[in-house]
């Protein structure tokens, strides 16, 4: 039997809000760890995912991350005024441009080594709470994909 004292839509209740402060915050932990790396939290995912399967077309890029190109786009450039990655033409594909780190860029990825540790010190959760949380997340955006 559900207990009827519960207000269902209440804000404390609601795993929206909850999900809407809990990454505010955590974007907002990340500011001062990156700062000295001269990047923003989206600049840091670009770098992550770059630095994993680089290069990358803008197209795959927006698809790993899962941002829309116009959303990308104008961070690519920042990126690239930074001296951080470059773009270029595919060979195969002229139409295609290839995102890439610079020599800079991949320089940088020694010195973000630091950011997960310094971020698991900062957010006071040991490293298997993160990866629990990072797999509860992962299935609740599978099932909220799933809804569309």
């Keep these: 039997m559900e207990d009827q004292s519960i207000d269902t839509l209440a804000l404390e209740h609601q795993v929206c809000f909850a999900l809407s402060v809990a990454s505010r915050s955590v974007v907002a932990a990340y500011r ?40 990308l786009s104008p961070l690519i450039k920042r990126l690239e005024a930074s001296g951080y990655v470059e773009r270029k033409r595919k060979p195969e594909d002229e139409r295609t441009l290839a995102i890439a780190p610079t020599e800079r860029g991949r320089l940088l990825r020694r010195d973000a080594e630091q950011v997960p540790v310094e971020m698991v010190r900062r957010l006071g959760m040991s490293r298997e709470e993160l990866s629990l949380l990072h797999q509860l997340m992962s299935r609740l955006t599978a099932a909220a994909r799933a809804t569309r």
Excluded at 42 to 48: A, D, N, R
């Design 32 to 71: 001062p760890v990156l700062e000295p790396l001269g990047l923003t939290h989206p600049q840091y995912l670009v770098m992550l995912a770059l630095w994993e399967n680089s290069p990358l077309s803008v197209k795959d890029l927006s698809s790993l991350l899962q941002l829309d190109p116009g959303t």
